[in-house]
């Protein structure tokens, strides 16, 4: 029997097998497409998580204000507002830096400041005066007793650095307790002037 004779006696077999080839193959293509789809959207979610996680990471945490008065040999002394955990250099800078006659030598920059402090810088040969930081008020809860208060309170003393707060409490070991205010022109370091300027702050009770 001739090619053209079988082909024609078997033609819907033939037919039928081209047809079921083409299927089979459809479905091939079908099932291997599937996974990569399902990739994709693994993949396309992914740099959604990672937005969220940038926002989270980029919230500022606000920072509580303070107000610190600053004096003496600073190019604009005034009232200036800082951030909490600033320090003495943080409000010299806000006041325009120190003048030429400032005393760089007995100022503390690393100093931490507070709330409602006032800040002096002294001036060249003003030698009984050290940079003061102080609490600001006029309650009496702010008057700090000579006779009882420890070296870091002393330092809140307008003129009173570390050193005079030293003297202070040395004068007390060695000699007993002040009698009166004016005992502390005893104490080293510590002048007329200086007293002058602790008197509203200070008590011997």
Do not use: W
Not at 17 to 32: K, N, R
Not at 122 to 138: A, F, L, M
Not at 140 to 145: K, L, P, Q, W
């Amino acid at each position: 029997m001739e090619l053209n004779q079988i082909l024609y006696k078997y033609r819907y077999v033939c037919v039928g097998l081209v047809i079921a080839i083409v299927f089979i193959v459809f479905l091939l293509f079908q099932v291997q497409s599937k996974p990569s789809n399902e990739e994709a959207v693994v993949v396309n979610d992914l740099p959604i998580q990672d937005e969220t996680n940038t926002e989270e990471e980029d919230v500022e945490v606000v920072k509580q204000t303070i107000v610190v008065d600053v004096k003496g040999e600073v190019r604009a002394p005034d009232i200036y507002e800082l951030n909490e955990g600033d320090r003495v250099y943080h409000a010299i800078k806000a006041a325009g830096g120190i003048t030429k006659d400032a005393e760089d030598k007995q100022i503390n920059y690393a100093m931490l400041v507070k709330d409602e402090m006032l800040i002096y810088v002294p001036r060249i040969g003003e030698v009984d005066v050290e940079v003061g930081v102080q609490e600001n008020g006029d309650n009496e809860s702010n008057v700090i007793s000579i006779n009882d208060a420890t070296e870091a309170e002393l330092e809140q003393i307008t003129g009173v650095g570390p050193s005079k707060a030293k003297a202070i409490i040395k004068y007390r070991e060695e000699n007993g307790p002040f009698n009166q205010i004016e005992d502390l022109l005893q104490v080293s370091g510590i002048g007329e002037k200086s007293l002058e300027k602790m008197k509203d702050q200070i008590t011997i009770k």
